[in-house]
């Protein structure tokens, strides 16, 4: 789209020339028409049957055009209307077409950002919930394992490190308690408790005299 352009001082030039009314009122429409079709100033013969529906004689109206406003007969019945001043029809459709891809792109963001609140995925978004979901597996932190608790139902467990060579930390293990209440580690037995020791919380008792 465009705008027909008249001169600020068109009243003074239609003074000067002259101008009957029905001249340049024919004049200012063939403008707006050419500016709505792109032609660049250039009417045909038709375009002008069709302007001269209401006008009582269009022949002398175009003399007076070609006259005093410079209008160009062209071949079979076209003119050429001076152009000077009126946007070019190149500008008006590189302005089109730019007007075109604005409206393209914002179309698209709006169609994605409709798509993301309604839970579906655009074809730019892919497989991001899927690789996210993946990347969060794959980068979790190692964590240990919950150990595991050995006779169950016959005592609890303990859980006693293990020693290491290098003196770094290590994970622990457990041992199973074996029924009297006693731990032992791997390698190593223990004697069941003395019932009168402390640990079951009796005092060794005199021998009579």
Known sequence: MTWTRISDNW????????LSH???L????????????LSDGQIK???IARLGVEFDDVDAILSELVDKLDWAPLDGGNYQIPWDGQEKAGVVKERQRQSGIRKERWNEKKNALNASRNGVNT????NAV???ERNAVENAPPSLPFPSRP???KGKGIVVPPSDSSGGPSSPSVTPEDESGASSTEGETSAPPDKN???YGLVPRKKRE
């Open 26 to 37: 024919f004049h200012i429409r063939a403008l707006i028409l050419c500016n709505q079709i």
């Open 151 to 153: 006779n169950q139902g």
């Open 45 to 47: 013969a038709k375009t």
């Open 130 to 132: 899927p690789n996210a």
């Open 22 to 24: 029905d001249a340049e």
């Open 11 to 18: 009243i003074q030039i239609v003074d000067d020339l002259e």
């Open 123 to 126: 074809p730019d978004q892919g």
């Open 197 to 199: 020791s402390e640990l």
